[in-house]
Every structure is written in C-alpha cells, then in structure tokens.
C-alpha cells in the first residue's frame, strides 16, 4: 500500500499522509542536514568585543548575534597562537598531538599532515559542499605540491593566504584561490574574505547539498590597515590606537555582511554559526597596533595564563540554542570538531585520541558543563615565564616548565584572573595534578611527530647548529 501510495503522490506529500493518519514521522537520518560556519578572527583578545564588555570598540554585528544566540563566558583557543590553534579546530586533536606545534613560518617543515582527518574531509565525504576563505596558516610551502594545501583536507573552493594578508589588511596581494594567485585585490582584507563567502554561497556552491564554509579573517593581527570609515568613531585617540579599535570594528563589519547574506539566502534558521578567536591578543596592549584587551585577565598572546589563550566565543542556531543566553562552562577549539560531526550526523574516527567533546548540550543549556574524558590541555614551547603546559580540570588549572622544574597551581572560579598561586596551600591536589599533567603530555608526545625536537619552536625554522 505504501509504495502505491508514493507513487501517486510526491514523496514530500506522501509523508505528509502518513504523519497525519498513522502519526509516522521521517528518521532523522532523513532530515535536512544543517549547514555550518565557523567564522575565526585573528588575535582578537576576550575583551576586545562590546559585548564582552570593550567600553569604545563598537561591534553590533557581534553584539546582536551575541543576543541572537548563546555568549560563552569560558571559551579557549586550543593554543596561545595561530596555527596550533587552527589545526586543532579541523582535528578536534590537541596542536602536539596532530604535529602542527607552533606557528608556521613559511618554508617550514611543520605543515597539517594528510594522515589527519579534517572536519571538512569528512563532511565533503557525508555529502556537504566545503569552503575556505581567508587566513590558511596550516603549512610552510603554501601553494606547493611539497605539502598538503585547503583542497588536501576536504576544500572544494578556497581562497587563502598561507599567514597574513599582505602587505597589509589594506590592498592585499598574496591570495590563491584554487591553487592560483589572484594577485592584488582593492579593498580591505575582512570584507574583501567575507565577500569571497557570499559569492560562494550565491554562485559557486552546489545548492543541493548543505555546506560548511570556514571564514579565517586576519583582523586584528598585524600588520594592520584600517579602512579609515572604521577609524571615525575614535578620531579623538591616537592614531595606532584608533586604527586598531577600528580594525577590530571592520572586523566586525564583515562579519555582519556574511550573516546579512544568509538572512537574504533564508539560511539563517538552518545554519549553525560559531564565532570565536585563535588566540589571545598580541603585544603589552600599551604601544604601537597592538592595543587589544583581555579583560583583565592575565597573560597575552603566547602566554599559558587566561589572558593568551581565553577568547571570544558565541554560537547560534535557531531553534536548538537559546538567544540572549551565556554559557560558563569551559569550551576549547578542539571542541567544534565532535560537536560539528554530532549535529551534522557525522560519526567521529575512532582509530585515533579525540581531544574535543560534543558541547552542543552545553551550548543549548541542558548542562551547565560538559564531561571530559581528556582534560582541557595546552603546550606551547615558546611561551614565556619558564611555563609552556597547562591543564585545566574543573576549576583547577595547573602551569609548568617544559622540564616540571616549575609549577603554578590557580582556582580559576574564584581567581579568573590568576593572581594567586596556591600550589604551597593545596600539596596534595598539587601532586595528583601534576601526575596527571606529567602522564598526559607524555601520552600526547609520544603520539606526536617530533618536529618540535628538531625544529626551532619560533616558527619550525630548523635549529641552526653550533
């Protein structure tokens, strides 16, 4: 009688008749798969947005769909700079664990292996239609057949440019796109990526199937160049500190044009955005373009305290997350990779440590924290203050040496902002802390490559011989 029935009648109809006299509802296999955005800025600091408390910068692109969706008060980058922190994010795998240790000079050996699954690999795979645009940073030999490029790991388009856009935000010169070069582009580099986006999910993609498109900016990181309709509102600053304010608002501005193409592409309701950082602001926020904020907290960019590795983070999707909502659980980069998969009914690999966790029930406020089976964990060999490793399990976080000849032990809920060491008035947690951090990093090193043994951690230039 089914079959009968369907073919007399559209397949969408016949369910329909089927919903309304036997109450049969479709699989969820056979449900429209969401798309995915997940839209990354460039050393942009946690209190860099308005509403994360800036008290000048203006971003309403951001501020709205912070109220559009959920705020998280606890959002990390997987390492305190760029590359690490981008590999982690397509392999849900902690930066030494997937080789990818440090930032990337160009020319260097380090590069995102084959050998690693990518999250869009395996949505092309499951039928998605995949974009990159933007900031690569995921190899030294950028546009050469010596290394794995974005079509490597699962890009059918992408435009990128292998670290910042140069010579500047301003005008920039060094983008390939499919493997070309584009040569110079008029315009700012936020916009110009974000329109690169919108003219792929107009005319490029295939629109039959659901997409996941990675949008890199490279505002705020230097070299910066300001369009100088961002730098208006803070004409009464210097001018350093007005073209950064400014960067951080064209940054926002171009963020805003892409949601403004899905509303007009009625995506909008079937497309889950993550906004967030690779990392904590660069410089002493006090001289020169590097004027980026961390809230208050600790440490900038580089550093293992909260100030370099704590960043902006704000989900939407409509629907499943709740708007004007916050979340304070911890969530890490390495995160988007299973929670990606589990809302887009993609099954993880389980041939291999997946250090992120589906925190989709988080986000959408069915727990106040997620459960871990790898602590939250960070390593950076050329961070600063003789501390390269930290951990964080509940509301402890422990700092060490490479070599453990130095440890600082803090309570993040009642000390955010890490002033007081406590590592003399808890002994006993100190220990089974360190035992745990000491066992992990030796688990994550062993399964790593050993670049960073031979190469220098300042970029993977080689280690120069004496």
């Known amino acids: ?19 309304l006299v036997f109450g049969f509802t ?34 309403p692109n951001l501020d709205t769909f912070a109220k559009e969706g959920v705020r998280l008060t606890q959002c990390y980058a997987a390492s305190a700079v760029c590359s690490p922190s981008r590999s982690a994010i397509l392999t849900g795998r902690t930066p030494h664990r997937n080789g990818v240790y440090t930032w990337i000079a160009e020319g260097s050996e380090v590069h995102l292996r084959t050998s690693e699954i990518t999250l869009p ?32 790991h699962g890009y059918e388009h ?18 390939v796109r499919n493997g070309k070069a584009v040569g110079k582009l008029d315009g700012f580099s936020a916009p110009l990526v974000a329109d690169e986006a919108i003219d792929w999910l107009k005319t490029k993609r295939d629109k039959s199937k659901p997409f996941f498109l990675a949008v890199w900016a490279h505002e705020p990181h230097l070299p910066i160049e300001t369009d100088p309709q961002f730098q208006k509102p803070y004409a009464d600053l210097d001018e350093d500190v007005r073209q950064h304010h400014g960067n951080v608002s ?26 967030t950082s690779d990392n904590g602001p660069e410089g002493d926020g006090l001289k020169n373009r590097t004027r980026g904020s961390t809230g208050g907290l600790r440490g900038r960019k580089r550093a293992m305290y909260e100030g370099g590795i704590r960043v902006p983070g704000i989900a939407r999707w409509p629907g499943h997350i709740k708007p004007s909502t916050t979340a304070d659980g911890p969530v890490v980069g390495t995160d988007l990779f299973p929670t990606v998969l589990g ?42 203050n003789n501390l390269h490793i930290a951990m964080r399990e509940g509301d402890w976080k422990i700092l060490s040496a490479q070599d453990f000849s130095k440890i600082e032990l803090y309570n993040l809920k009642a000390d955010p902002k890490e002033a007081t060491e406590l ?33 220098s951690p300042n970029g993977g230039n080689p280690v120069k011989k004496k």
């Open 343 to 384: 809302i887009c009914g993609v099954k993880p690999p389980a041939d291999r440590v997946i250090d992120g966790t589906d925190v989709l029930p988080l986000l959408t406020g069915k727990v106040a924290t997620v459960d871990r089976k790898v602590p939250l964990y960070w390593r950076l060999n050329m961070a600063p």
């Open 158 to 175: 992408w435009m990128a440019t292998q670290n910042n856009a140069g010579p500047s935000h301003k005008n920039p010169a060094n983008f």
């Open 250 to 275: 064209q940054l926002d501005h171009a963020f805003g044009k892409l949601m403004k193409a899905l509303d007009e592409q009625k995506l909008t309701d079937t497309t889950f955005v993550f906004f």
């Open 1 to 19: 009688m089914y079959r009968t029935l369907a073919c007399a009648m559209s397949l969408s109809r016949f369910f329909a008749v089927l919903t």
């Open 423 to 455: 590592s003399a008035k808890e002994p006993e947690l100190l220990a089974a802390l360190t035992k745990r951090l000491k066992d992990l990093n030796a688990e994550v090193e062993k399964e790593g490559p050993d670049w960073w043994k031979r190469l």
């Open 26 to 59: 479709l699989p969820a296999a056979a449900a429209e798969k969401p798309n995915v955005v997940i839209f990354l800025a460039d050393d942009l600091g946690y209190g860099d947005l308005g509403c994360y408390g800036h008290p000048r910068i203006k971003t």
């Open 121 to 152: 690999k395996l949505l092309k795979e499951a039928g998605y239609a995949t974009c990159h645009v933007g900031k690569w940073h995921l190899n030294g030999k950028f546009n050469d057949p010596a290394q794995p490029q974005p079509g490597d």
